[in-house]
T-cell receptor, first 114, second 114 residues
Framework: DVKVTQSSRYLVKRTGEKVFLECVQDMDHENMFWYRQDPGLGLRLIYFSYDVKMKEKGDIPEGYSVSREKKERFSLILESASTNQTSMYLC?????????????FGPGTRLTVL | AQKVTQAQTEISVVEKEDVTLDCVYE???????LFWYKQPPSGELVFLIR??????QNEISGRYSWNFQKSTSSFNFTITASQVVDSAVYFC???????????FGKGTKLTVNP
């Protein structure tokens, strides 16, 4: 089974802190994604990566950056956390030869910024 | 631009009722994929189905069925004889051909009461 894991289920940080959200997948997938999920807004794409050291902005990249130094790991970075970044963050991955184009999602990290 | 609309924000039914979740999409692409995902209270998104734009056949999987109609740009999801375990948020999503990026609707929260 494909496994996508995220470093924390719940995280509480203070305004201005630098925050790292980690995502690891174990299926050698090329493509990885970070979404944020907010009530009434659904899932919105922040950044994605289609290969090591490659990244592209999604629909709402402002205030975020990412890092993909190894194929299995995709990190989302909040350089200076703000209260409007309080949200649920979901990581996903998909292989180039994926059956059904199914993206596999991690369990999510619920981040609260105080 | 691509867009997915799930007009029903919340639906509440009694167990054993049938329920249909609506999904309307917009895209200018001729090749695209439509998806449904389920998000139970645990938070992890679970893939349910993918349909490509050239396959308008309806799909049935147990109590679940999907009705894809290009003429109305809709991809509706019906649960027959609903059960309490069907309670979740359901997302419809769209990706254009050749891209793994997904555009999600805002989700429909389904509550099945005993």
């Amino acid at each position: 089974d494909v496994k996508v894991t995220q470093s924390s289920r719940y995280l509480v940080k203070r305004t201005g802190e630098k925050v790292f959200l980690e995502c690891v997948q174990d299926m050698d997938h090329e493509n990885m994604f970070w979404y944020r999920q907010d009530p009434g807004l659904g899932l919105r794409l922040i950044y994605f990566s289609y290969d090591v050291k490659m990244k592209e902005k999604g629909d709402i990249p402002e205030g975020y950056s990412v890092s993909r130094e190894k194929k299995e790991r995709f990190s989302l970075i909040l350089e200076s956390a703000s209260t409007n970044q309080t949200s649920m963050y979901l990581c996903a991955s998909i292989g180039v030869l994926a059956v059904n184009n199914e993206q596999f999602f991690g369990p999510g990290t619920r981040l609260t910024v105080l | 631009a691509q867009k997915v609309t799930q007009a029903q924000t919340e639906i509440s039914v009694v167990e054993k009722e049938d329920v249909t979740l609506d999904c309307v999409y917009e895209t200018r692409d001729t090749t695209y994929y439509l998806f449904w995902y389920k998000q139970p209270p645990s938070g992890e998104l679970v893939f349910l189905i993918r349909r490509n734009s050239f396959d308008e056949q309806n799909e049935i999987s147990g109590r679940y069925s999907w009705n894809f109609q290009k003429s109305t740009s809709s991809f509706n999801f019906t649960i027959t004889a609903s059960q309490v375990v069907d309670s979740a948020v359901y997302f419809c999503a769209l990706s254009q051909g050749g891209s793994e990026k997904l555009v999600f609707g805002k989700g429909t929260k389904l509550t099945v009461n005993p």
